[in-house]
């Protein structure tokens, strides 16, 4: 017997795609994304056409676990779930008994996008105990926090209608790789005669498949928005008339922008002036333009400012009047009035506590001033010991004797060997979810195929269970999944647009729009108070903020000092087959991925000896961890690459996150992945290698 399931890809993309599995006798045997689903159109990507074989691969978690062995050793033994259930308690509950609530520290992130399985019962169970909260700032703290200020919510052109933009700009987004739907719509447009332009430092497959790359040096996208304005104003071109009716503090920019020009831009920039004021001249000329903005450019210092500088850009020709015009950083903020944020119910008491940034883990577990310090980690839906920065610092945090890990995986990550108690997760296939989606329209039911393999459970029902075990009773802490997804979309709009559970589990997937047509800006409109966009924000002055767009040089890539002794600049961006370290176990994706790899220009290559193939060392301060050489035709001299994240574990025990920083951004308390110097030196000739040194995955 067959028959089709309903679902959503539950990955932390841009796409989350509508997908439907056949399933024979119970087994999931083919999976397809949707052709009717207007985004998704049919196509899944490289990762997740293959997403059965994460599914059923045979080094999937199926039965909880206690450690036996030394911690990261990976000796672990097979417990029965009331055990399991029974340690996870009584390592928080005797956390709590020692050190204090906030000594507890639940630890997740977007391993699923999903309302149910990612951001519900977890965080209602540790807020209501008081552990301490969770500053969520890994991936888009800068740009949420530059977005909050500007327009409040993240929301923008519509990604469906750049089909009718005439010039677009992909600015820090390696869209083929990690938003390739989106690719549909600007390919379309490139066809019908739009002129399409890569603003990427690296040679990227989209950057080589746009009509025009702009290829700058990394953390100086602020000056380039500063002096495009600049030329822009100066041609007369600004749409007084939209600056006037649907934003605030307009003129305090213009005036900054006295001070900006193509030369000042294009010196910064490490580019041509020519291709600054051509760029400059292209706006000015052709309607409608559009911004797809990335987050890859909001990983450095001066990300912040370098967002709403961009955004502003985006808007000051007057393009958001026009269908397909304007400029997109996420689309999270069109649920907004469609669904409810399930962390947080009403009746449900939530104690006063410190919050620790996720991104300063290795800090948060190794600096023994804090009061309390965190002596009760739980992790689920994220692996930390391989994507947080300052990897070497976060392990020696991992190992600490005093610090009991209990973790929800679905498979033996870097972070679950770490684990005193591992408790198997059920995948997207097993589990019910619904989906908002950060780049597009379209709110997803995802309905489970088949049953959980082994003795898998939902992360709710480990929660609830979990609850339980602590004496807590209170039903927000006990709803079942379909109530929460019905919670979920508990809204007027919702009901007045007919989206209910019953419905999704017809159609699968509805969109939402909120009711203001094709342009939904061109007087305003934005989540703000006020609808305006709100160019400059006086209140940004009192955390020592610019209250006016502009430019913040990043950290380390600005430090001439720094880079006497570190002269790469190392971007670690999206790799096409991993979805951040999810599947760099499987051999399918590891084989299409290859070896760990360090791409560099010609001359920086030579100059230290360095050819294709050798096996090199690549370092700074905070760590080191090798990988292959590649020389780039297309790398910019001064700026290397090396993608994200393979498990430390499969390849020597480092991976990039040894080198990245722990630093704050100028806003969100994000991360700076790529603001980070580092120096490349040859450990061993390709010739010598007689078996690759650092990995023979994916053979
Ligand atoms: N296949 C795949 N898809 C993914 C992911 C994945 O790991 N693999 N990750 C998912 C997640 S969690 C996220 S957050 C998104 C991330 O997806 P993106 O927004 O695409 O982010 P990154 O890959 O970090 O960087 C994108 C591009 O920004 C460029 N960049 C780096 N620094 C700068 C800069 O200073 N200025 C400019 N203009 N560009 C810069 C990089 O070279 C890179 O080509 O993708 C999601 N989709
Ligand atoms: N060097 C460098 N490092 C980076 C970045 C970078 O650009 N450069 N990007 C950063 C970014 S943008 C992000 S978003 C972070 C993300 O980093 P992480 O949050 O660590 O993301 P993943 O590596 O995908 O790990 C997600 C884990 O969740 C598990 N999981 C998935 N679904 C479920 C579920 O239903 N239940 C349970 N219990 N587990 C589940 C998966 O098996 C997987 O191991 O990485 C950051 N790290
Ligand atoms: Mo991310």
Same mark, same amino acid.
């Given at each position: 017997?067959?028959?089709?399931?309903?679902?959503?890809? /539950?990955?932390?993309?841009?796409? *989350?795609?509508? !997908?439907?599995?056949?399933?024979?006798?119970?087994?999931?045997?083919?999976?397809?994304?949707? @052709?009717?689903?207007?985004?998704?159109?049919?196509?899944?990507?490289?990762?997740?056409?293959?997403?059965?074989?994460?599914?059923?691969?045979?080094?999937?978690?199926?039965?909880?676990?206690?450690?036996?062995?030394? @911690?990261?050793?990976?000796?672990?033994?097979?417990?029965?779930?009331?055990?399991?259930?029974?340690?996870?308690?009584?390592?928080?509950?005797?956390?709590?008994?020692?050190?204090?609530?906030?000594?507890?520290?639940?630890?997740?992130?977007?391993?699923?996008?999903?309302?149910?399985?990612?951001?519900?019962?977890?965080?209602?169970?540790?807020?209501?105990?008081?552990?301490?909260?969770?500053?969520?700032?890994?991936?888009?703290?800068?740009?949420?926090?530059?977005?909050?200020?500007?327009?409040?919510?993240?929301?923008?052109?519509?990604?469906?209608?750049?089909?009718?933009?005439?010039?677009?700009?992909?600015?820090? &987004?390696?869209?083929?790789?990690?938003?390739?739907?989106?690719?549909?719509?600007?390919?379309?447009?490139?066809?019908?005669?739009?002129?399409?332009?890569?603003?990427?430092?690296?040679?990227?497959?989209?950057?080589?498949?746009?009509?025009?790359?702009?290829?700058?040096?990394?953390?100086?996208?602020?000056?380039?928005?500063?002096?495009?304005?600049?030329?822009?104003?100066?041609?007369?071109?600004?749409?007084?008339?939209?600056?006037?009716?649907?934003?605030?503090? !307009?003129?305090?920019?213009?005036?900054?922008?006295?001070?900006?020009?193509?030369?000042?831009?294009?010196?910064?920039?490490?580019?041509?002036?020519?291709?600054?004021?051509?760029?400059?001249?292209?706006?000015?000329?052709?309607? /409608?333009?559009?911004?797809?903005?990335?987050?890859?450019?909001?990983?450095?210092?001066?990300?912040?400012?370098?967002?709403?500088?961009?955004?502003?850009?985006?808007?000051?020709?007057?393009?958001?009047?026009?269908?397909?015009?304007?400029?997109? /950083?996420?689309?999270?903020?069109?649920?907004?009035?469609?669904?409810?944020?399930?962390?947080?119910?009403?009746?449900?008491?939530?104690?006063?506590?410190?919050?620790?940034?996720?991104?300063?883990?290795?800090?948060?577990?190794?600096?023994?001033?804090?009061?309390?310090?965190?002596?009760?980690?739980?992790?689920?839906?994220?692996?930390?010991?391989?994507?947080?920065?300052?990897?070497?610092?976060?392990?020696?945090?991992? =190992?600490?004797?005093?610090?009991?890990?209990?973790?929800?995986?679905?498979?033996?990550?870097?972070?679950?060997?770490?684990?005193?108690?591992?408790?198997?997760?059920?995948?997207?296939?097993?589990?019910?979810?619904?989906? &908002?989606?950060?780049?597009?329209?379209?709110?997803?039911?995802?309905?489970?195929?088949?049953?959980?393999?082994?003795?898998?459970?939902?992360?709710?029902?480990?929660?609830? =269970?979990?609850?339980?075990?602590?004496?807590?009773?209170?039903?927000?802490?006990?709803?079942?999944?379909?109530?929460?997804?019905?919670?979920?979309?508990? *809204?007027?709009?919702?009901? &007045?647009?007919?989206?209910?559970?019953?419905?999704?589990?017809?159609?699968?997937?509805?969109?939402?729009?909120?009711?203001?047509?094709?342009?939904?800006?061109?007087?305003?409109?934005?989540?703000?108070?006020?609808?305006?966009?709100?160019?400059?924000?006086?209140?940004?002055?009192?955390?020592?903020?610019?209250?006016? /767009?502009?430019?913040?040089?990043?950290?380390?890539?600005?430090?001439?000092?720094?880079? @006497? =002794?570190?002269?790469?600049?190392?971007?670690?961006?999206?790799?096409?087959?991993?979805?951040?370290?999810?599947?760099?176990?499987?051999?399918?994706?590891?084989?299409?991925?290859?070896?760990? *790899?360090?791409?560099?220009?010609?001359?920086?290559?030579?100059?230290?000896?360095?050819?294709?193939?050798?096996?090199?060392?690549?370092?700074?301060?905070?760590?080191?961890?090798?990988?292959?050489?590649?020389?780039?035709?297309?790398?910019?001299?001064?700026?290397?690459?090396?993608?994200?994240?393979?498990?430390?574990?499969?390849?020597?025990?480092?991976?990039?996150?040894?080198?990245?920083?722990?630093?704050?951004?100028?806003?969100?308390?994000?991360?700076?992945?790529?603001?980070?110097?580092?120096?490349?030196?040859?450990?061993?000739?390709?010739?010598?290698?007689?078996?690759?040194?650092?990995?023979?995955?994916?053979?």
């Amino acid at each position: 017997m067959s028959h089709i399931v309903n679902g959503a890809c /539950p990955l932390d993309c841009p796409d *989350t795609c509508a !997908w439907q599995i056949e399933v024979v006798d119970g087994k999931a045997v083919r999976m397809r994304g949707r @052709k009717d689903h207007p985004y998704t159109r049919g196509s899944l990507c490289g990762k997740v056409n293959h997403y059965l074989d994460a599914v059923y691969a045979p080094d999937r978690l199926t039965t909880p676990m206690r450690r036996v062995g030394e @911690k990261g050793d990976g000796a672990f033994q097979a417990i029965d779930w009331d055990e399991a259930i029974g340690l996870a308690a009584t390592g928080i509950q005797t956390a709590i008994d020692r050190h204090g609530a906030e000594a507890v520290l639940p630890y997740y992130y977007a391993g699923t996008l999903g309302a149910v399985q990612g951001w519900s019962l977890g965080q209602r169970l540790f807020k209501h105990l008081g552990a301490t909260r969770l500053g969520t700032t890994i991936c888009t703290g800068a740009a949420t926090a530059a977005m909050k200020a500007t327009m409040h919510r993240p929301v923008g052109t519509d990604p469906e209608d750049f089909i009718h933009a005439r010039l677009i700009l992909v600015w820090g &987004a390696n869209l083929l790789s990690s938003n390739m739907h989106q690719w549909h719509f600007i390919h379309a447009a490139q066809q019908a005669g739009a002129h399409v332009v890569a603003i990427d430092p690296l040679p990227t497959d989209t950057a080589l498949r746009c009509d025009e790359h702009i290829q700058l040096m990394p953390g100086t996208d602020g000056a380039l928005a500063m002096g495009l304005m600049a030329e822009i104003v100066a041609a007369g071109a600004a749409d007084e008339e939209w600056l006037a009716e649907s934003t605030v503090g !307009w003129p305090e920019l213009r005036e900054r922008l006295s001070e900006w020009s193509a030369e000042r831009a294009a010196q910064i920039c490490g580019i041509d002036v020519s291709v600054v004021r051509a760029l400059a001249q292209r706006m000015v000329t052709t309607r /409608p333009t559009a911004i797809r903005m990335g987050l890859g450019l909001q990983r450095h210092g001066g990300a912040g400012a370098a967002y709403r500088s961009i955004v502003v850009l985006g808007s000051i020709l007057g393009d958001f009047r026009l269908v397909g015009g304007g400029v997109l /950083p996420e689309t999270a903020g069109r649920f907004d009035a469609i669904t409810v944020d399930l962390e947080e119910p009403d009746g449900l008491p939530l104690p006063t506590v410190r919050t620790i940034n996720m991104s300063r883990l290795a800090e948060a577990l190794t600096d023994t001033t804090q009061t309390p310090e965190v002596h009760s980690l739980v992790v689920w839906n994220t692996n930390p010991a391989a994507t947080v920065p300052d990897q070497v610092r976060a392990q020696r945090g991992f =190992r600490r004797d005093d610090l009991h890990l209990t973790v929800l995986e679905q498979r033996m990550t870097d972070t679950a060997m770490f684990a005193d108690v591992l408790l198997p997760a059920t995948m997207q296939t097993e589990h019910l979810d619904i989906h &908002a989606s950060y780049g597009h329209h379209y709110l997803t039911l995802n309905l489970p195929a088949i049953e959980p393999i082994g003795d898998c459970l939902p992360n709710t029902e480990i929660f609830r =269970r979990l609850a339980t075990a602590l004496g807590l009773d209170h039903p927000r802490l006990h709803d079942s999944d379909e109530d929460l997804v019905r919670q979920f979309i508990d *809204t007027d709009v919702a009901r &007045a647009r007919g989206i209910t559970f019953e419905s999704l589990s017809q159609t699968g997937y509805a969109r939402v729009d909120d009711f203001r047509g094709a342009t939904p800006h061109a007087h305003g409109g934005f989540p703000t108070r006020d609808g305006k966009l709100h160019i400059t924000v006086p209140e940004l002055a009192e955390q020592g903020l610019d209250p006016i /767009p502009g430019y913040t040089p990043p950290f380390e890539i600005a430090d001439e000092e720094l880079a @006497k =002794r570190f002269p790469l600049v190392l971007i670690s961006p999206a790799q096409r087959f991993f979805l951040n370290s999810t599947f760099a176990d499987l051999p399918r994706h590891l084989k299409l991925t290859g070896e760990p *790899t360090l791409f560099l220009h010609a001359d920086d290559a030579a100059e230290r000896g360095i050819e294709d193939g050798d096996l090199v060392e690549v370092a700074n301060d905070r760590g080191a961890f090798r990988v292959a050489a590649a020389i780039h035709p297309g790398a910019r001299r001064g700026v290397a690459w090396s993608y994200k994240v393979y498990w430390a574990k499969d390849v020597g025990g480092n991976n990039v996150n040894a080198t990245t920083p722990v630093r704050d951004a100028d806003m969100g308390g994000s991360p700076t992945f790529h603001d980070n110097r580092v120096e490349a030196t040859l450990v061993a000739k390709a010739s010598e290698l007689s078996t690759r040194a650092v990995a023979t995955i994916g053979d």
